[in-house]
């Protein structure tokens, strides 16, 4: 029953808060329920490293009449801890920050949904079948959708969220046919066996979730989805996707599927290019959080791609750790901005660092234009990392002292998680990687902040001056060929499409439903009658 603790602990604090904030409203106390339910969570599951793998059995399904049967358990493995981990981390960051943000997003509400939605992410995450990941999946999106359907935002806003909701359900739709596919061929199976059929399928379903197979951002502005309990909201479905990838065979690429791999490696590597350069150029961190997942998450999928499934843990955690530190960073104190740069060690790939074990995902089977395309987006991950870290920041004067003490210490608490992680995190973690992959990367790195200037930019501030021909060219492309990696305008005819049947239907009943229907009738039957004698003659 260890698996279900930290669920439980979550759920009871959440509902703790809610009955609390309901009856007798006390800002400290939510803020020490969830905190001590959040550290709770947080030991049980780092203790949980001693006991892997852990297995819980929920139950079983039948269909006798369809011959099926299949069964509901959770799993805690070297291959689901890493999320595990690092999703309780930041939500216990979050309430630790959110004592410095008690004027802006911060709220008794906001704990008790962050706390479910992290319980309902655990569960997910540790999910040891498809039926149990499905179900876990369906449970996130719609909470999802009721928090944002109380936002009450503008039709536009509106519109994306339906465009998101229907992308996940596309999503849980395919993990289905993946499920159907892998008891076809190998019956009954869990994720630590999934059959080569089903993988394919799987990884589109994880990918279409994380925004990069196909590439689609429906939510590239959210003005509603900020810090703290937003940053939960934001990152929870996106770890309940990439603990799927950890899990998939090496050897999905079958040899029908491998004409087609260069084409998947090439949209997989634009959608990391596009993502790395809008990153870098984001006005604030997370305006360009869309930016922040769709780039990582691609480096992830490749490493599936290539056959290193297992190298797609440090990206992952890359994209949740080092930028949750960033996201909850707010308000911003100078004499603590120092703590942001630690973060690089998640991110930066050095020999014996939590991301060095990725370079292998990358390079696959050997050296390529892909893997020389995918060091650039990291490179361009790593300079807006640095932009957005190096910004000044003003004084904590304006912060009661308990925040002053509380704030950092959430910062420091996602800083610790990666370092742990990168030692004992998975069979593997403390390793040099393929080390000459980060050499180049680095090295890239350092030449575009020593010839910057040139372009008539200070390091770490990369955006171009507006009397810049490249900042002129580029104001004038990216906005207009942002839509098309969208996919809005597919949505946007799919929904044309849609409306036009319906009229045309509306119009034909209209018809048969008028004086002239029988007529209408009559001649229709008359016609069905000719085709049919016709066909007959024939």
């Known amino acids: ?23 007798h409203p006390k800002f400290g106390s939510s803020w020490l329920i969830a905190v001590v339910a959040g550290i709770a969570a947080w030991v049980v599951i780092f203790y949980s490293r001693l006991q892997l793998p852990t ?11 369809l011959n099926l049967n299949g069964h509901f358990s959770l799993l805690l493995d070297y291959q689901s801890w890493p999320y595990a981990l690092a999703l309780v981390t930041i939500l216990l960051a979050m309430v630790f920050t959110d004592a410095a943000r008690t004027r802006y997003d911060s709220s008794p509400r906001a704990w008790s949904a962050s706390l479910v939605v992290t319980a309902l992410g655990l569960f997910a995450i ?13 449970l996130i999106d719609v909470l999802e959708l009721f928090h944002l359907l109380r936002l009450q935002e503008t039709a536009r806003f509106n519109l994306r969220m339906i465009i998101s909701f229907g992308v996940r359900m ?48 429906p939510f590239l502005q959210e003005p509603v989805l900020r810090r703290g309990a937003g940053n939960i909201i934001r990152m929870t479905p996106v770890a309940a996707s990439l603990s799927l990838l950890a899990r998939l065979p090496a050897d999905l690429i079958t040899p029908e599927l491998k004409p087609w791999l260069p084409l998947m490696m090439g949209l997989l590597t634009l959608a990391a290019l596009y993502a790395a350069s809008r990153w870098l150029s984001a006005v604030d961190e997370v305006n360009g959080r869309p930016y922040w997942i769709v780039a990582w998450a691609s480096l992830a999928v490749a490493s599936v791609l290539n056959g290193v ?41 050095l020999p014996y660092t939590q991301a060095a074990s990725g370079w292998a995902g990358l390079v696959g089977n050997g050296f390529s234009v892909w893997t020389f395309l995918l060091i650039i987006a990291h490179g361009m991950m790593v300079l807006g990392y640095l932009e957005q870290a190096l910004k000044p920041g003003g004084e904590a004067g304006a912060l009661e002292s308990w925040a002053r003490l509380v704030y950092p210490l959430g910062l420091i608490l996602i800083i610790q ?22 050499l180049i990367s680095n090295a890239l790195i350092v030449a575009v902040l020593l010839l910057i200037r040139r372009f008539g930019v200070i390091a770490p501030y990369f955006q171009l001056p507006t009397s810049s021909r490249i900042r002129t060219v580029s104001d004038w492309v990216l906005p207009r060929i942002e839509p098309v990696f969208r996919l809005e305008w597919l949505y946007r005819v799919a929904w044309r499409l849609y409306h036009s049947l319906g009229k045309i239907l509306k119009l034909f009943s209209s018809i048969m439903e008028g004086e002239g229907g029988i007529l209408w009738t009559a001649l229709i039957l008359v016609l069905l009658i000719a085709l049919f004698t016709g066909m007959g003659v024939n």
């Open 417 to 438: 998680a990666m370092v742990a992680l990168g030692l004992v995190g998975w069979p593997g973690a403390f390793t040099p990687g393929v080390w000459w992959l980060g």
């Open 309 to 349: 499934p297992q190298s797609s843990i440090p990206w992952g955690i890359a994209l949740i750790l080092p930028g949750s530190l960033l996201f909850l960073y707010y308000p911003r104190i100078q004499r603590i901005n120092f703590l942001l740069l630690l973060g690089l060690i998640g991110i930066l790939g």
């Open 55 to 65: 297995l819980l059995d929920l139950g079983t399904w039948q269909a006798p009449e």
């Open 126 to 138: 540790q999910s040891g079948t498809s039926l149990t990941m499905m179900m876990a999946w369906v």
């Open 1 to 23: 029953m260890l698996i279900l603790l930290p669920v439980g602990l979550l759920l009871l604090g959440s509902l703790a808060i809610f009955v609390l904030d309901l009856t």
């Open 170 to 217: 596309a999503s849980i739709l395919l993990l289905f046919f993946g499920t159907m596919l892998g008891w076809a061929s190998a019956g009954d199976f869990d994720l630590t066996q999934i059959p080569t059929r089903a993988g394919f399928i799987f990884l589109v379903a994880a990918g279409l979730r994380l925004g990069v197979f196909p590439l689609n951002m």
